[in-house]
């Protein structure tokens, strides 16, 4: 059983930049494949992108990329997305999430969630 509690969200202006947080209870979570995805308002929930459980090795989805950096710190049970250059259209509720494999070229299948923290980026 593991709980993901994330924080960190808030307002940001256009261009600025946010860092989440993700703390996990358990003992699992230097096991797990990390995850961070978001759902904007009207849409479906979307990857942004997956950490393996070594940490070093990334995912982004193409509409991050270059922008958004997922990391790790497996000694304090904590998943990481910084978030630069935002932007109006990144407005969502993000949420951290677990699976039980990493793939190299797509996203984690999610099998247990955090709850979700609103970014909302002003215009």
């Known amino acids: 059983q593991v709980q993901l509690v994330p924080s960190g969200g808030g307002l940001v202006q256009t261009g600025g930049s946010l860092r989440l947080s993700c703390a996990a209870s358990?003992?699992?979570?230097?096991?797990?494949?990390m995850g961070w995805f978001r759902q904007a308002p009207g849409k479906q929930r979307e990857c942004i992108g997956s950490?393996?459980?070594?940490?070093?090795?990334?995912y982004y989805a193409e509409s991050v990329k270059g922008r958004f950096t997922i990391s790790r710190d497996n000694a304090k049970n904590t998943v990481y997305l910084q978030m630069n250059s935002l932007k109006p259209e990144d407005t969502a509720v993000y949420y951290c999430?677990?699976?039980?494999?990493?793939?190299?070229?797509?996203?984690?299948?999610?099998?247990?969630w955090g709850q979700g923290t609103q970014v909302t980026v002003s215009s």
């Open positions: 999430a677990g699976g039980d494999r990493y793939y190299y070229r797509r996203c984690i299948d999610a099998t247990y």
């Open positions: 358990g003992r699992t979570f230097s096991n797990s494949a």
């Open positions: 950490i393996n459980a070594s940490g070093d090795s990334t």
